[in-house]
């Protein structure tokens, strides 16, 4: 029998699997003049559907290795101002040329990651997103994160479908 933690020995989440739109294709791009030694941009084309509001979720790899791999490096955006249009070329990531071990090479293979998220997970994110920049340091979140997790669980079960498209820096 598993320990109870605050009474409970089960928990209940559910959530809605949304459909992603198809990337078309994904560039990388060097800015010299932006930052202090560059940045890299990963630009995203594809075609937004418009026939619902939704909502994304954006992770990318170099070299099959996860780059945005902590909750705060993960980009989310909804589609207000992108519903039912093609994208060509949003910038979805910027990687500081300053960073050595983010820093693109010629060669390098990067991969794109879009997901079609719910609403609840995207307002999830943005939430723990915004309560680990606390000023004054070592504060609590201004507010408790809201997950979807019942009988007093906490964090968020999420299904997502996924769409990637893949490039090679040149």
């Not at 560059?38 to 075609?47: D, K, M, V």
């Not at 909750?71 to 992108?82: G, L, N, S, T």
Request: proline share 5%; glycine share 10%; charged share 15%.
């Amino acid at each position: 029998m598993p320990e109870a933690i605050s009474g409970h020995t089960s928990y209940e989440a559910a959530c809605i699997l949304n459909p992603v739109a198809s990337i078309d294709s994904v560039t990388v791009t060097f800015h010299p003049d932006w930052g202090n030694n560059g940045i890299w941009s990963i630009n995203l084309y594809a075609q937004e559907p418009g026939n619902q509001e939704n909502f994304y979720l954006f992770n990318w790899f170099r070299n099959g290795v996860p780059m945005s791999d902590s909750i705060q490096e993960k980009i989310v955006m909804d589609d207000k101002f992108i519903s039912g249009k093609y994208i060509a070329g949003l910038n979805i990531f910027d990687i500081d040329n300053t960073h050595k071990w983010e820093t693109l090479k010629p060669g390098d293979t990067i991969t794109l990651q879009m997901s079609g998220i719910t609403k609840g997970y995207l307002n999830f994110i943005s939430q723990v997103q915004q309560a680990g920049f606390n000023i004054p340091f070592f504060t609590g979140p201004p507010a408790n994160v809201q997950g979807n997790v019942g009988s007093g669980g906490s964090g968020y079960f999420a299904a997502y479908s996924n769409s990637y498209a893949t490039t090679i820096v040149r």
